[in-house]
Nanobody, 116 residues
């Protein structure tokens, strides 16, 4: 059974940084692309960043230059380094992975709150 475990969320002041992690198991799980989404209260879930197996990345315009997505294929883990955080970045952040047979799997979400 595929499982995604997210970590790294929390409370941070504006201008601060956080690093999210999402580890997929079992280790034999073959992953294609990996993504981070977020959902703020009263808003639709939106794509924040994505990364292919080969390392090509894409970002939402709102986070370009501030967030960096990366992955460790050996660990089946995707990361989201968030810097210069703003109050509008407050949301529940979800990771999603696309398997090699193009199925989507979601993590449970981790809360990120940016507030002074």
């Amino acid at each position: 059974q595929v499982q995604l475990v997210e970590s790294g969320g929390g409370l941070v002041q504006p201008g601060g940084s956080l690093r999210l992690s999402c580890a997929a198991s079992p280790s034999s799980f073959s992953i294609n692309a990996m993504y981070w989404y977020r959902q703020a209260p009263g808003k639709q879930r939106e794509l924040v960043a994505g990364i292919t197996r080969s390392g090509s990345t894409n970002y939402a315009d709102s986070v370009k230059g501030r967030f960096t997505i990366s992955r460790d294929n050996a660990k089946n883990t995707v990361y989201l380094q968030m810097s210069s955080l703003k109050p509008e970045d407050t949301a529940v952040y979800y990771c999603k992975v696309m398997s090699s047979d193009y199925r989507d799997y979601w993590g449970q979400g981790t809360q990120v709150t940016v507030s002074s």
